[in-house]
């Protein structure tokens, strides 16, 4: 098998975050009553015009701007004319040509299993939605034109594919997810339709310059799906050619349920686009002043923060990547360090108790004062300088890091203030108060004290945890655990 | 070079019209005569002329991202020749 | 039935209405009882227009004042209105009755115009004779056996029959000016995007504009206020579209300047037209106005540019007719039958010629050669034809070869028809606002003088054309006149 060498090209749709349809103002919405979201632009009445979502644009061109594009002086919509029952105007309005898109000539890094990878882009254009269509059962088929007209952003990776294994394949489409849903233009939803990807898959025998045929998959609905899928395809191709047979070129549809692809039929022969300028559509201009402006409010985007994260904090890759996965998260760990939390200490508290108490009750990270979309979720009552206080309680000795859980777990239900919860229950760090208790155990607690003197260490344990339960476990552990092997050594 | 009636079937096809072998043959013709007229326009030196797509020069007219109502579910469906459950009905669609 | 009514410019009905010596309704039931003349008219919703004429009289007893409340006007049937059938002249839209106005039709009851009803014209705007209906025979009420011309034929027939005071039409290669020509009326088209496109059928998006027929100029001047604005739902719309301020009563043309393309007077122009055009000139020459012989060659290749870009516009926006959400729609079992079957018996021979000529100059490997270069050659016409502004006030020619054809006159040759076109076309191109307006008679039938003026000039061309108008002393221009 590793005579042959795999390429994939990848074709990603991202539905844009928009209120509104991309050349009209219908709303955007997920579900819901067929044909109740539509207008004589959507549905293509005659005498319908189109109007272009200033919104959309500025998405597509963050995204382009994210992704290295270049963007271009001027940019005008095509039209990309084909029939089918869920276009309703007979023509698509799209992007065309290599250097007119909102950006062309990208591309992203992406992280895999055997270190950074450059993923070459070839262009990210914006273009809309088409309806619907159910097929019926019985016969026939039902158009809802609900989704016509939503704005679509497309990327498309560049040729010859960089795209060489399955596992690049998928982190490609996880990373550039990610990239997008930091970027605030999708909401990332694969399941629902919001971001759809279709890999052209070919091989080649490794000395082969020319690369093979290639087949286009559909239907993939998650990344571990992009993963399978990408495999299968690979192994079904090198099976076919290693028992003399030719790949042929055809769209082939994935199914989850077994693992496995299968050839669809083609859409409607005979259809060629016959792209041309839109002409009820003015050009679009990108004034170079407004592009750099446009770059430098670009927020930090993932790599960067992974990157930062282990530079700047300390932080391991691992909880670097915990932390950086999604922006809000991240964004919520830097105020709490902002609020003088270590970032250490903290990224243990948001990726240990945090993120349990947050997943146990549903609720969402929110930092007061900052306005987020919850998805509507409950707002959580931690906050970064809570978290900060209950760390800073912990590292200065004040409570043991036993009660700091007890302590965190109440600041999060209630959001008071950690101050009030630990009176009368501060840590004891008293050498004097601790060698007292320390010498109590021992006088209460004979035989164990003799099986650790005998040479069972292990033992130690019980004796430090009956020191604990003593002093209500306010006793300073490591100085118990101390002081009680001074005790014990010093008799024998 | 005169277009051919496999030309005129394979554009008929295209723009999606069933015609009749005397329309083809009709048609053939006329097309023949408009692309005969067309030959005027290749003699012309157009080498670094612009197109002018837009007879008034504008760009960046854009539309602020606010949802707005648009027709009623009635509305929609009150021209459709068949529709059923808020639905447009279409013959199979059979993708060969 | 004749309509005494019919006499009276817009502009007089609507003084005669502010002096309260009829009412609205009166008007438009005197307008409604002869709609069914000449082929002019398709759909006629009279409780409809009555209702809208009462509303009408409500404004005006309120006291308002506005200029044309309460004139009822006749709408091209492929402008959408809300509540009306709006069919094209075309079979595949039968029976279509819009959910939306197009946004004139908004700003014409805004006005508080009565719709008196839609009218006839060529299938989807396309031809120059209105035969191409698929519905009525649109008949020229100067002699009911000649074309009105088209493709706006039967807004012409309304006006100059006498069946409504004034009419909205589209043009894209003429269909406004040449049959307003060919009835004897004033047609105006404005430059490109000063009227919304918003609801009017597209045909060849980059060249459509609609623009009234009235029997004045100042008519014409007066609806064009109302229907000049800028509007968000259109993206083509300029910022600056409504029409300045004209002083069209003391308008003259002495030392007014004029281009006359020798290709606009070529001997395409037939003798008894050109007869009349040359008396123009000599009449406006002697008013102190000065017409100078120009070259433009590129305007010879007017025709063959329009007929690819045109077309090739159409067939991309006629691919909306599917039979799945309007109009009409043949059965079959599966739904390419049904939608060929649907385009094939629907559409006619002439919507169908041009939806393939298009798709033909759009298809693969001829893009270049025909769609990219005509609209490069439609830079290079542009170009010489903007030289000129520097010099002349206006371009000045036939606005059509002949005077009204005898239907059925071009049916063996439907080139010969296309070719008519090429005064007017060159103002499609570039945007340019253009009128026509009748300067005499020849063998007893109307001939249209061709006045086109620069992009965003309207308002200079409207005070041209009354001055012009005022020297030529014809309009209103009515037949049944001596």
Known sequence: MSEYRLSVGMEVHAELRTQSKMFCRCQVAFGGEPNTRVCPVCL?????????????????????????????????????????PDLPKGFQVSQYEETNPIGYHGHLMIHTSKGPKRIGIKRVHLEEDTGKILHLPGGGSGVDYNRAGVPLME??????????????AREY??????????????????EEGSLRCEPNISVRRADSETLGTKTELKNLSSFRNVFLGTEYERRRQIAVLETGGTVAQETRGWNEATESSY???????????????????????????DVEAARAALPELPLAKLQRYQDEFNLSPQDAQLLTAERPWAEWFEAAVVAGGDPKAVCNWMNGDFARLLKETGQAAVIPGVESDTEGREPARMSPEILVKVAKLVADGTITGKKAKEVFEKAYMTGDDPASMVEGQTQISDTDFIRQAVADVIAEHPDPVATYRSGKGGVLGFLVGQVM???????????????????????? | MPITLDEVRHVARLARLELTEDELRAFQTELDALLGHFQDLQAVDVTGVAPKPHAVALQNVLAEDVARFGLTRDQALANAPKSRAGLFLVPSIRED | MSNKLGQLTATEIAAALQRREMSAREVAQAFLDVTDTYGAFLHVDAERTLAEADAAQARLDAGETSPLLGVPVAIKDNISTQGRPTTCASRILEGYIPPYDATVISQLHGAGMPLLGKTNLDEFAMGTSTENSAYAVCKNPWDPTRSPGGSSGGSAAAVSGGLAPISLGSDTGGSIRQPAALCGLVGFKPTYGRVSRFGLVAFGSSLDQIGPFGQTVADVAAISQVICQTDGLDNTSLPDAPLGAMDLANASVKGKRFALPRELMSDAVEANVRASIEQAIRTLEAAGATVDHVDLPSLSLGVSTYYVIAPAEASSNLGRFDGVRYGAREEAPGHVESLMATRGKKFGHEVKLRIMVGTYALSAGYYDAYYLRAQQIRGLMVAEIDALWGEYDAILSPTSPCVAFPLGGFSHDPMALKQMDFCTIPANMGGYPALSLPCGLADGLPVGLHLMGPVRGDERLLELAAGVE????CAPLRPGLA
């Open chain 1, 155 to 168: 990327i498309v990776t560049d040729f010859p594919p960089d795209i060489e294994s399955a596992e690049e």
């Open chain 1, 263 to 289: 050839l669809m039929r083609t859409k409607e022969s005979e259809q060629e686009y016959r792209y041309f300028p839109c002409p009820d559509l003015v050009p679009l201009h990108f004034d170079r002043a």
């Open chain 1, 44 to 84: 293509g009445l005659p005498g319908a015009l189109p109007v272009p979502n200033r919104e959309a644009i500025q998405m597509v061109l963050r995204t382009a701007l994210a992704l290295n594009c270049q963007v271009p002086v001027d940019s005008v919509f095509h039209r990309k004319n084909y029939f089918y």
């Open chain 3, 470 to 473: 005022r020297e030529l002393g």
């Open chain 1, 173 to 190: 489409v996880a990373q550039l997810r990610q990239l997008l849903v930091y970027l605030g233009v999708c909401d990332g939803k694969m």
């Open chain 1, 469 to 492: 339960r003593r002093t209500q476990g306010r006793a300073n552990p490591p100085m118990v655990q101390e002081e009680m092997r001074r005790q014990l050594d010093e008799t024998s």
